[in-house]
């Protein structure tokens, strides 16, 4: 069975960092592309950044490029978002979410997504 586990978000000060995990299991991580989503109050659930197969990475958002990165340990069946630089617009639900083929920001080309974890940037 396919799954997602979402781990690591928490309130953290602007400028602070976070690191996410995205644990997956029932399928090979090396076959996969996996992205970051997220979704804050209000709004609708938006791509931020992406790691494929072959290594390559996609940022969907400008915002985040430069603060935001993206890796993947295949040995752990583990993807992490590393976010430094975090400011109070980057509070928002977090989801990973998996697809068998290239990575695309449209939440419609993915099977598989985690439970989500929340990340809040106050002081």
């Known amino acids: 069975q396919v799954q997602l586990v979402d781990s690591g978000g928490g309130l953290v000060q602007p400028g602070g960092s976070l690191k996410l995990s995205c644990a997956a299991s029932?399928?090979?991580?090396?076959?996969?592309?996996i992205a970051w989503f997220r979704q804050a109050p209000g709004k609708e659930r938006e791509g931020v950044i992406c790691?494929?197969?072959?290594?390559?990475?996609?940022w969907y958002l400008d915002a985040v490029k430069g603060r935001f990165t993206i890796f993947r340990d295949n040995d752990k069946n583990t993807v992490y978002l590393h976010m430094n630089s975090l400011k109070p617009e980057d509070t928002a639900i977090y989801y990973c979410?998996?697809?068998?083929?290239?990575?695309?920001?449209?939440?419609?080309?993915?099977?598989?997504w985690g439970q989500g974890t929340q990340v809040t940037v106050s002081s």
């Open positions: 979410a998996r697809t068998n083929k290239n990575c695309k920001s449209s939440t419609a080309e993915y099977d598989n």
């Open positions: 029932g399928f090979r991580l090396d076959t996969s592309a």
């Open positions: 790691n494929n197969m072959w290594y390559a990475t996609y």
